[in-house]
């Protein structure tokens, strides 16, 4: 069964608007078995959507339309779709309440451009949209060869679409579709580049049964190990899954961070939270950085209480008591410098466990014994201090990140 | 002349890597006067490229093509080009040159896959690659109504195919199709809604010269405004758009903060650079993002000396100096407090300029009086301290962002 998504809108074909909708849409489906085998991306135009449908039908077992429905003039989809599947728009009572009742909520007037929303073709099945005015529109069709074709039309507002695909759409291809249960666990690593990571767990990647797929989905500063299951038993599948994602747990557990959505900063969040600790950092060539991860975590104020970001040396030794022999004998750079801005903070603001980073982030600043990349990194706990170098590469964001996640993964590491 | 696009890659497919390549090409090539009118993404499949070839042949005169030609051997892109064009591969020296020279700089050896990749197809024009191995090819055809269709393969990896795209290929078409003169200029705006912005502007709008467009693009916290004009005489065009930006710079100074790529992060720094000044910052409700965007400016330690991230309490009256008296009677979202902070800044840190702020991020901290996106910011200058009161959203991370955005505008104002 093949399925293809057609994107409408000129906005995606001027480039002002990356077409998110098409990847989010196949991720999504791909994780349920279903395979997708083209993106179309079409102006707001007739003859061009009407080509796109035609085309589309004589290729794919099912045809997934995301934008032009929503309530302005200049959205032709849902007349094109008319003519396209010979109908007429009726006025749907039900479709219009829920408008109405979504207006309301919102202390906003209906207006005329509502009404008109809850027309729908007389011969698709609505679907609900909770979170918007527009209607997702199901048509079942029968091409020119005699097969079934399914046509979709969702919203192009993307949260729109996420729940009207997450809640109403998946689950309805799934049940007329009967897919085999399939199972993902994405296990999260930090630390450790893919192919040191690849040759650390050889021998289990290969003794993996044969119903289970491995794929490696990197980013900078993290590796992600994506296991997918297909069998007949769905609670058979999720054990199997899981045995193998403890066996990988006792392979490699200082680089394992976490699962499927989970972030460094919610996790050591967490970890504190449950610890009832606190958390101060003094972050040089990370500016903020890793402050920032941490406080973009609602409720951080629970556990932290701030940060000094020590960009001059001046500051270092001023907020943070770094000793000027230190900072002259070793340079600012250095596991000397790093450990007295731990204590710094423990001094000054009080908390149960630190986090410390120096380096030297790039372009310039490198020297021959200290390369752009160059980075010390120091964790405080109420009882001791554990420090580590890194050499990382020569991209100033890159090496923000990467200090960043690799100091909040020996956080994790520290309070386990 | 319309131009197609065809994205080829299962990766894309699966959903792990979203199509930017496509926005990008678009984006570019409407900025030279191009009319990009589908997107169509394939699998690395040879019936299914030959397909969207043709399909593309019977729509288009330009047909861009990306993705499908590295290294691997799962590629099959330049087979299906050599099917489809009716021709066959054949070595080419000065393409093996070109790769052998690239291997030697990174000190590589070269291999029989590179061999491999300087064969082309005959009766292409090979477009030279300054980042990578793999050649461009541009196709001459005559589709089957006899029209000239022009077909050009492109690498996949986003920095190849952009170069290649900038240096050679959109000089080529413009040569080729002599595009009329085309000229934009983006203007960026800072701290005014859209609606807002559009009524303080609509009479130097209603009187803008009908060879001049405007378009609104809005983000989180900026409105960017782009001016683009179109003509035969390319300096009259420059000209014009330049008086006309000139007077919107009248109309509103304070918004204005940069043209096209600025970032308001940049402007703030070559301001301080040009001062021969300093700057600090002590951010509440920012959680250190005020200090990353300034920090991921390389060179940013020629004039930032650091922040202090005070979100507890505790450490505004330790670090800071903020009164207990201020804390308790007009709590930490206030004016006095952020007052304090922006003091307690300048008398520690020894420097010319400070952003301070504080506020309710969210979700949480929110009271009837003092609601969630309630926002104090204060600029202190080497004179006096200027304060503000912002009212803005109810998302943490827009809150964050809008927050930022706003102190640094602020803080260039001051400098002006």
Request: hydrophobic share 40%.
């Amino acid at each position: 069964m093949q399925i293809e998504i057609i994107n409408i809108g000129d906005e995606l074909l001027i480039g002002q608007v990356i077409n998110t909708n098409a990847a989010w849409m196949a991720e999504k489906l791909n994780l349920d078995g279903f395979t997708v085998r083209q993106f179309t991306v079409v102006r707001d135009d007739r003859d061009h959507i009407m080509k796109a449908l035609s085309d589309a039908e004589t290729r794919a077992s099912i045809v997934l339309i995301s934008g032009g429905i929503g309530p302005t003039g200049d959205d032709i989809t849902k007349s094109t779709l008319c003519e396209f599947f010979r109908t007429k728009l009726i006025f749907n009572e039900e479709a219009y309440q829920d408008i109405a009742k979504l207006f309301t909520q919102r202390g906003l007037p209906v207006t005329h451009l509502n009404r008109k929303q809850a027309e729908l073709p007389e011969n698709c099945i609505a679907v609900p949209n909770k979170l918007g005015t527009a209607r997702g529109m199901w048509f079942e069709k029968q091409a020119a060869d005699g097969r079934e074709v399914i046509f979709i039309s969702m919203p192009g507002v993307p949260f729109e679409m996420k729940a009207m695909m997450t809640e109403e759409i998946i689950p309805r291809l799934k049940k007329k579709y009967r897919t085999q249960p399939i199972y993902h666990k994405t296990v999260l690593t930090q630390g450790i580049g893919e192919s040191f990571l690849a040759s650390r767990i050889s021998s289990w990647e290969a003794a993996l049964p044969g119903s289970i797929k491995l794929a490696y989905l990197p980013q900078p500063g993290i590796v992600r190990l994506r296991l997918t299951g297909t069998g007949t038993d769905e609670d058979a599948l999720h054990r199997l899954i899981d045995e193998e994602v403890l066996k990988l747990n006792r392979l490699i557990p200082d680089y394992i961070y976490g699962y499927d959505e989970d972030t460094l900063e919610e996790i050591v969040g967490k970890l504190l939270m449950k610890k009832e600790s606190t958390l101060g950092t003094a972050e040089s060539c990370t500016g903020g950085y890793i402050a920032h991860l941490i406080t973009s975590i609602p409720g951080s104020s629970n556990y932290f209480k701030g940060s000094v970001v020590a960009y001059a040396n001046e500051l270092k030794r001023k907020l943070l008591g770094v000793s000027d022999e230190s900072l002259t004998k070793y340079g600012a750079v250095s596991e000397q410098v790093v450990k007295e801005m731990a204590v710094g903070v423990q001094k000054n603001f009080n908390v149960d466990y630190v986090v410390a980073v120096t380096g030297i982030a790039g372009p310039d600043g490198g020297t021959v014994e200290k390369p752009v990349g160059s980075t010390w990194i120091a964790i405080a706990t109420p009882e001791q201090i554990f420090t580590n170098y890194f050499l990382f590469g020569d991209n100033r964001e890159r090496n923000i990140r990467r200090t960043a996640l690799q100091a909040l993964n020996m956080l994790r590491r520290v309070m386990l």
